[in-house]
């Protein structure tokens, strides 16, 4: 899912040629071999055993010192396993029914936490918790290896839970370490939440847009990162589409009357007015001006715009 990249070099000769010049002082042949062996150990582990994953962090800290100059690639070797370790996990959680029928009972195990379902599955003690425990004994302990190795339960918002990365597991890993990528997994950290669930939005429109104008500072403040280019800029574009084209459950215009939502159009206005340094100035200013010619109603012009844009 995360593919790794150089820093972006600029289009001159001499420019590329400094960087591949730095590029060979940075990496010794000592260091192209400790991450060679590193990459070489998570291929031997097994993504499905979430006990891997912390064997993979334990190794990544013993391999990579904070001093290290590959400290940075070694921990992005070890988020490809992590990732790997998540969609794997992921399988076997999609498909096996009685874990669903655990998670269905997350309220009982543990009190309307939603976030993290057995988050403190050291204080399970009522009747109803322990007959549940009971009941599904494997699922139980399975779960809590997801949340001992550093993984996240989420809400899908039907009913289900899938297993996403822990910000907090994967900050605490870099704990002592000065790399750039520690802006990203904070960042990250500290997202709100996400945006959909059952085909429709759980934000509000505006909050929508302050969540790009978040992601889009992000971007223009690590340009360079390879995170940035990966991870933000793809999920910023996808963003802004949601806001600009709206999704079945959410729709641009209201079902019934086809007026652009009331809400999604104060936000528009809001965005105008406050985010005019935003890269997406333009493309929701057209958006805009579109809807009023239309008298802020459905329209072909409105559809054909929605329709081209890229997502």
Known sequence: MMNSSMTKITCTLLATIL?????????????????????????????????????????FNQSFPPDDPNAAQGFRE??????????????????????????????????????NPLLGYEKIDSEGQRRIKAEYPAEFERVIGYIKSG???????????????????????????DLDLIHYIRFMKENPGPILADGGMIITWDALRERIIRFEDFASRYPDLPE??????PELRWQINLYLSGVDNSPVFEFGTGNLDPELKASYERFLEENKGSGYYKLVAEAYEIHKKNGFKKSAEARKFMDRLEW
Do not use: C
């Not at 192209?32 to 070489?40: A, F, I, Q």
């Not at 029914?97 to 309307?112: I, N, P, V």
């Not at 910000?167 to 890993?173: P, S, V, Y």
């Open 151 to 177: 993984l996240r339960l989420v809400p899908d918002g039907e009913g289900g839970w899938y297993l996403a990365e822990n910000h907090e597991f994967l900050d605490n890993i870099l704990a002592g370490y």
């Open 228 to 233: 940035t280019k990966s991870k933000i800029r």
């Open 78 to 115: 070890f988020r490809r396993f992590y990732e790997s370790a998540i969609e794997a996990n992921n399988q076997e959680l999609f498909h096996n029914a009685r874990l669903a029928t655990l998670l269905m009972e997350s309220d009982a195990l543990t009190e309307g936490t939603i976030a």
């Open 19 to 59: 960087a591949m010049a730095g590029a060979a002082v940075a990496q010794s042949p000592e260091a192209d071999g400790k991450l060679s062996e590193y990459k070489s150990y998570l291929i031997s582990l097994k993504p499905s055993d979430t006990a891997a994953i912390l064997e993979a962090r334990d190794r």
